[in-house]
């Protein structure tokens, strides 16, 4: 399917017509991310038919720049789901928009079974993250945050951690030593 370019946007060129133009003949289609991550509107992601030359990518990739984008490009020869997500702001600095856009404003709540932790949510019993005060370690869900980062961004755990310290830091005031995950279903443990 070809893109069409729309000539509304007068501040730069659309990344789907850049990635289009810069990857033809391949095929284009914008794809969202699961609904499990709730807004993500600061990304753009798209999926691609098949898997385009070493040239055409290198090519895209400094048309994104000079463009102003910043992308993440996934496109493997024995992998079918091959695609490339886009952002006007380096991808660290998106991702800490994603977490203030969709994880701001948690209510803290001592727990009542674990004194010196601090439980972090928007309703009772479900929490998103844990704070253990004495070894000043945070507790995030995975399957929020973790494999958000992972999946779509391939970002190492040291990058994950980076970014997730960062924003603890800056919206919760947390001090943070190490973060760790859990999964929903150990939530149990601390969730009063």
Known sequence: ???????????????????TSALDPVEVDEIPFHENFKDTSMF????????PSDDKLNHLKSWLEEEGYYSIIHVH???????IIVTDKPIKEAC???LNKNYSGMESVESKDY???VLYR?????NILFYDKKNEKAHIRYDLFWSFFENYFGLNSKG???IIERWLSESYNLSVITTGNFYKHEVHRLSE
């Open 77 to 83: 020869k024995n992998y079918n789901n091959n695609r």
């Open 1 to 19: 399917m070809k893109y069409l370019k729309l000539f509304e946007n007068f501040d730069g060129e659309d990344p789907i017509w850049i990635i």
């Open 160 to 162: 994950i951690k980076g």
């Open 115 to 117: 004194p010196g932790y």
């Open 96 to 98: 800490i928009d994603w």
């Open 44 to 51: 753009q992601m798209f999926g691609l038919n098949d898997i």
């Open 122 to 126: 928007y309703e009772p019993k479900e």
